[in-house]
Each structure stands twice: as C-alpha cells, then as structure tokens.
C-alpha cells in the first residue's frame, strides 16, 4: 500500500522538476537569442572562477591570449552575457537536485510499482548526461549539432518525467471516463506528437540558420536578418498550419465528447492556448526583426506544446486500456 503523503510528494517534486526544465529551456533561448552562449568560456568554471568576474579588471590581463591557445578565439569579456550564460548554469544545477529528490521520493514505488523507481532513477542519470552534454556545447565552441541534441534531449527528459508521473496516478487516470471519444483521436495525437517533432527539428535548423546570420551581423542590425533567411523557414511557418489544424481537430472532438471540466478538456485548452502563443511569437519573430525575446518564448512554447500532447495521450491511453 503506497503512503498517500509519499505518493503526493513524488507527485509534486515531479511536477516541480518538469517546471525547472521548461524553466532551463527557456533560460536556454535567451541564452543563444542574446550570443551570450560563450559568456563562460570554459566549464564547470566561469573564466575560471566559480563565481565569475563582474569586471574585466577581474580578469588577468592576457586572458584574451589564454583563450585562444585554448580554441576560444576573440574572447571578450562581456559582464551581461557572462551573467546570463551563469544564470543557466545555476538553472542546470537546481535542476539537478530536484531530480535527486524525485528519484529518492520515488522508492515508495519499489514494492507498488518498480517500473516508476527505475524510470525516474535513469531520468536522473539522464539529466546528469544532460550536464555533460552542456559542457560539451561549450567545449564545441556552440556547435549547432551539438544545441540541437542538448535541446532535444531536454525534451526526452519531460517526456519521460510526464510519463512516471501519470503511470504513479494511473488508478486515478483509470476513472477518467473517455469512453465517448473517437479512438481516431489518439490516432491523430500520434500524428500531431510527429508534425511537432518534425516542426521542432525545422525549427532548430531555423535557429542554426538564424545563430550564423546574427554572428554575420554582429548580433545587430536585426531589421535585416530577415533578407538572409533559409527557405527551411518558410517551410517552417507554413508548416505551422498543418500543427494548428491538427490540434484544433483534437481539441474540437475531445470538446465534443466531455464535460468542459474534464481533465482531457483543461488539457485541449492549454495546448490550443500554447500553440497560439507560439504562432504569434513566431510571427513576431518574421515580422518584427528577431526581437530576442521571442525566440525564446517561441522555443518554449513548442517543447510545452509537445509534454502538453504526450500528457493526452498517456491520459487517453490509462483511461481506455485499464492495464500496465
């Protein structure tokens, strides 16, 4: 018998913890929208303090020369960037450690539930990967691969956190009545899961494209990025049509068949909501030039849109199966 406090604990640490990865995620967009990506750099170091510098006089005076022996060429110091980029790290870290304590509270589930321990113990030796993985960005000298498999791997880390959370409430999502849903709505959240993918990886070779325009125009002049981008962003924004309609569909049919305080229902609001949000910062984006904010709201709003779809669909999933 599962500790009713125990479980509520596990529950909200996680929930907690997936709040912190969005949180890094979007740290992370303004991290790489402001060039601040090498603000530090060298890891787990900050110019070699743990605590960086405020001022360059901080500094010893060939750092510059220091640097670029190291492979870091036309190393400057820049207090905000250095600051910003120092700010994820700390994000990163807090992360860390509330992984530790979903983990930990998470052995209640070892009699119950083994599955839910082992899931969220690899989650922690996931995120600690994810760790390495940053300082390998960094060692990269932000190679865009490399952010692109950092991002990604964040959003395998919600997926699988989302998903040891619902299956540690499983006899609660076994009540959900759903029984008045067409099955060829989770057929479709496969679908739409699989537009979103393929609309993020457009989105990151977007990102790339958008990171070698803004070195090229020495992170200003922002108004005339637009001339240089790649036809994989006109792609991209077409292509948010098709994630719109798609997750309309799903909204309209779940709206059809529950109460409008149905879990499955608040869900459909939040995703239709979130993908609105994104649209209109991607509009922003292509119409405004690049205002830095928006980059990474735009990002985030894409990784919320996914966890938001994979939550429906475990739901959906619990609720009609009854079983594993």
Known sequence: ????????????????????VY?????????RASGAGMGCPDWPTCFGQWVPPTEESQLPPNYQEIYAERGYKNTQFNPVKTWTEYANRLVGVTIGFLIFLTAWSSRIYLKADKSIFYLSVSIFLLVGFQGWLGSAVVASNLKPFMITLHM??????????????????????????????????????????????IQVGMGTQVREAVDFIAHEHKYIDREYWRDSFPIIFYIHRSFSSIVLFTN?????????????????????????????????????????????????????????????????????????????
Not at 1 to 20: D, V, Y
Not at 258 to 275: E, P, Q, T
């Open 248 to 324: 309309l569909w799903i909204g309209w049919k779940i709206y059809q068949s529950v109460d409008k305080n149905h879990l499955l229902m608040r869900c459909s609001y939040w995703l239709i909501g979130v993908i609105i949000i994104a649209i209109i910062a991607g509009v922003t984006l292509d119409r405004l030039g690049v205002p830095p904010i928006a980059q990474p709201i735009h990002l985030l709003m894409a990784n919320i849109i996914f966890g938001v779809q994979f939550f429906i669909y475990i739901s959906l999933f619990y609720s009609t199966k009854k079983a594993l």
């Open 1 to 20: 018998m599962i500790n009713h406090q125990a479980a509520l604990r596990f529950r909200r640490l996680g929930m907690w913890t997936i709040c912190a």
């Open 23 to 31: 949180f890094v995620i979007l740290v992370g967009g303004i991290v």
């Open 152 to 197: 990604l791997l964040a959003l395998f880390i919600v997926a699988l956190l989302i998903y040891a959370i619902a299956k540690s409430q499983k006899e609660y999502l076994f009540k959900i009545d759903s029984s008045q849903i067409s099955p060829r709505v989770n057929t479709v959240l496969i679908f739409a899961m699989g537009f979103t993918l």
